[in-house]
């Protein structure tokens, strides 16, 4: 934390032992293609990773401008159950996906930060989403193209989930998680202490997390272009 500058960008992950090797991937891309003027500090979420895993990734980060800070999130989950699975019952994610929840609180001295899922790689101009002004948005990311089409399917009926359970009429403006540009001092102001996370604990949500930042965002929401979470 010493570290820390007007100059420095926060970039948030969530991982657990089984998923040090591919965010290892994610970290090796951010030190390849940040730009040298300017100082990355990842925070790593987590409740069981290894002495040895955090040391090898710290290890890792071997750049004089990107480094990691590993956060043990597990007294501020007691006591919570989070649902993890999906379609016919199967597990579908981890809990870690939830901590990201709690980004506004655990990150006071950040006013702004990137939350990227630890499976994705960045590319050459990815640090130019820093320079967006979210003005009064909450957060920005990109529609959720994977699914949003299913709302027009009978099959699915996820449409009539979204508009029940996540008051969404429009869609196109249900957005992915994967990638988030978080304004942290917004979410502070609109949010209180832990709501997002007991809010996230309170019922078996479609979409897990990702439901519950698109209803409570809900108008908030500055959408990106595709380009910034695209699957290749």
């Known amino acids: 934390m010493d570290n820390i500058t007007n100059k420095t960008q926060c970039i948030i992950v969530a991982i657990n032992e089984k998923y040090v090797a591919i965010f290892s991937v994610l970290l090796e891309s951010i030190i390849e293609n940040s730009k040298n003027n300017e100082n990355y500090e990842i925070v790593v979420l ?68 990137l939350y990227l899922d630890s499976d994705i790689i960045v590319l050459s101009g990815w640090t130019d989403i820093f320079q967006m002004d979210l ?44 990638v988030m540009l978080l304004n942290l001092d917004e979410m502070r102001k609109t949010f209180r202490e832990g709501e997002l996370l007991k809010i996230a604990a309170s ?4 979409k897990h997390d990702q439901d519950v930042l698109n209803l409570m965002c809900k108008g908030r929401v500055h959408l990106l272009d595709y380009k910034w979470n695209l699957i290749e």
């Open 203 to 206: 019922k078996d949500w479609k």
């Open 135 to 178: 003005n009064e948005y909450l957060l920005a990311a990109v529609p959720d193209i994977w699914d949003n089409w299913k709302c027009y399917s009978a099959r699915y009926r996820l449409a009539e989930y979204r508009k029940k359970e996540l008051c969404i009429t429009n869609f196109g403006e249900y957005f992915n998680s994967g």
């Open 46 to 113: 987590y409740t069981g990773l290894s002495d040895e895993s955090k040391k090898t990734l710290k290890n890792m980060a071997h750049s004089d401008n990107v480094w990691i800070r590993f956060l043990n999130v597990s007294k501020k989950i007691e006591g919570y159950n989070f649902f993890v699975k999906g379609e016919n019952n199967k597990i579908y994610l981890s809990k870690e996906a939830y901590f990201r929840l709690l980004a506004p609180e655990l990150l006071p001295e950040y006013k702004v930060a």
